[in-house]
T-cell receptor, first 110, second 117 residues
């Protein structure tokens, strides 16, 4: 059974204090690992897709990396507007479905 | 690009009535659409997967006669909550995958909050 574990569950940072969010996964035949951002009361917003170990993608202050067992979402010099819940999900072989982690609530204080 | 809309964003109804939620992909065609339910402070729970022109595939424990899904076109899927009860109150979110995207991401709608009185 495909599984995704995100850690920590919650993280508080000061503005400008860089950190990393971890997503560990077990999947049969990875077809894609996805990062989303979700603000309260809204649907998830797509951030990145990673397909193979060693792949990296960047967008503004965010950088996502992938190994065979985990993915990291690095946040560099975060701002208060980066506060949100970050979701990690995987799609395994032979399935259309995404398996989500429980999410990581990030709070960035000014 | 890759915008998904949902309508309505908010609905309040009386117990026993039916509620229909629409999900549209605005700038792409979606062979597959997904319906999720989210409880407060919890992650997304997949309810069903729908493919255009065929019956939806429901996850274990989801009553297909209560949550009717229709995927009438490549840009529209609807979820009807029949005979709604207070325990059906929740945040419902749809998503769609671009038919040309292969293993591309699911794009999510803004969600519909349902309150059953």
């Amino acid at each position: 059974e495909d599984q995704v574990t995100q850690s920590p569950e919650a993280l508080r940072l000061q503005e400008g204090e860089s950190s990393s969010l971890n997503c560990s996964y077990t999947v049969s035949g990875l077809r894609g690992l996805f990062w989303y951002r979700q603000d309260p009361g809204k649907g998830p917003e797509f951030l990145f897709t990673l397909y193979s170990a060693g792949e990296e993608k960047e967008k503004e202050r965010l950088k996502a990396t992938l190994t065979k067992k985990e993915s990291f979402l690095h946040i560099t010099a975060p701002k208060p507007e980066d506060s949100a819940t970050y979701l990690c999900a995987v799609q395994g072989g032979g399935s259309e479905k995404l398996v989500f982690g429980k999410g990581m609530k990030l709070t960035v204080n000014p | 690009g890759a915008v998904v809309s949902q309508h309505p964003s908010w609905v309040i109804c009386k117990s026993g009535t039916s509620v229909k939620i629409e999900c549209r992909s605005l700038d792409f065609q979606a062979t597959t659409m997904f319906w999720y339910r989210q409880f407060p402070k919890q992650s997304l729970m997949l309810m069903a997967t729908s493919n255009e022109g065929s019956k939806a595939t429901y996850e274990q424990g989801v009553e297909k006669d209560k949550f009717l899904i229709n995927h009438a076109s490549l840009t529209l899927s609807t979820l009807t909550v029949t005979s709604a009860h207070p325990e059906d109150s929740s945040f419902y979110i749809c998503s769609a995958r671009d038919r040309t995207g292969g293993d591309g991401p699911q794009y999510f709608g803004p969600g519909t909050r349902l309150l059953v009185l």
